[in-house]
């Protein structure tokens, strides 16, 4: 991937690349392959966003974990959830790491797909409102979540791009409070953190949601407050949800069943190795790939990237039926697959 410096959160140069949906589809499906290098299977992971939640998929391919399976993990970041699972639906690569939405709105449209690991148990979207906005409105980071929710009357708010989950998010947020998408206050996308926080710090627009460490960079800047606290449990709602989970469509699975349990062996134990190292011996590698944010932003983000890991991966129904309650709750479907339907932990490592 091409490197990047421009902006206040410029990426590792691995990360860092946000190519429109038609490109990424293109340039897969030309290349994909499963085994494309001699020695080791190239896997293809796609994400929405360089957010800190996926930093176990890059420490497990720096740290040998994925190589030791057999296997190397190129990571393509998509700048918000949509592309990256068309590429699974596609073919191009062989897993995402993304939103449930998707695992909804694509079982409703008859091409179902398996979510087969959970990396994050809670969601993990975080908001961030302009200070200005906010003292107007005398809306606090400890402002109830109903007078947040009844602050976005008139406002423009932004995700990263229509349908993905942060857009839905700011649509059920409305929702809480009465209010409705584009009547009564207006919605947009404006892609991932590098477009976002100069549109939220210039007041193009009043409230942002994107993953961490985009509001903790936003309110270490001076011009932002803290709109939710969903990795902390702000919102109970989100507690034991399907956020964030591996996709894999099911004809993959039958056909390469060593492969996704090795990949999912590697992850799992680059999360709980995360999980029991000491946040000081990720710093140098955290500075690397997050560099246009200080020291002790990317420490709170990584502390509280922790406390959301499911350490055992395992989909649980709780957490499919908070998430597609959810997904009704948006209006995104009218009915919400089942456990059954859409979840598969048979390639989990065995205890």
Do not use: W
């Not at 694509?106 to 148990?121: N, R």
Request: glycine share 8%; charged share 20%.
């Amino acid at each position: 991937m091409r490197s990047s410096t421009q902006g206040p959160f410029a990426m590792h140069k691995r990360v860092f690349r946000f190519p429109t949906a038609a490109a990424i589809l293109l340039a897969l499906s030309a290349s994909f392959s499963p085994a494309l290098a001699q020695e080791r299977t190239k896997i293809r992971v796609t994400i929405p966003t360089p957010s800190m939640l996926f930093y176990p998929l890059y420490y497990g391919q720096e740290k040998g974990h994925f190589p030791k399976e057999g296997m190397d993990v190129e990571l393509i970041v998509t700048n918000g959830d949509g592309p990256d699972v068309d590429a699974v639906i596609s073919g191009s690569v062989q897993f995402a790491v993304s939103t449930p939405n998707r695992l909804f709105t694509a079982f409703e449209q008859g091409k179902p797909l398996k979510a087969i690991m959970m990396l994050a148990k809670r969601m993990a979207i975080e908001c961030a409102m302009n200070k200005q906005v906010a003292e107007k409105l005398s809306i606090t980071p400890d402002s109830p979540l109903e007078a947040k929710f009844k602050a976005l009357k008139g406002l423009t708010v932004a995700g990263t791009r229509p349908g993905a989950f942060t857009y839905v998010l700011l649509e059920t947020y409305g929702k809480r409070a009465g209010l409705t998408a584009q009547k009564d206050f207006k919605l947009i996308g404006v892609g991932g953190a590098n477009s976002m926080l100069p549109a939220l710090e210039n007041n193009q627009i009043a409230v942002g949601c994107t993953g961490s460490p985009f509001q903790e960079l936003a309110v270490s800047r001076g011009k932002a407050i803290a709109y939710t606290n969903n990795m902390g449990g702000g919102d109970p709602a989100f507690d034991d949800f399907l956020f964030e989970l591996v996709y894999a469509r099911p004809d993959f699975l039958k056909e390469n069943p060593e492969t996704v349990r090795k990949f999912l062996r590697a992850f799992l134990t680059s999360v709980n190795e995360v999980l029991d190292t000491p946040t000081d011996s990720h710093m140098p590698a955290l500075k690397a790939r997050y560099g246009g944010a200080a020291e002790d932003v990317l420490r709170a983000s990584f502390e509280r990237a922790k406390g959301v890991y499911a350490r055992d991966g395992i989909v649980t129904p709780g957490s499919v039926e908070k998430a597609g309650a959810f997904m009704i709750e948006s209006g995104a479907i009218k009915k919400a697959a089942t456990y059954s339907d859409v979840a598969d932990n048979n390639y989990l490592p065995k205890k």
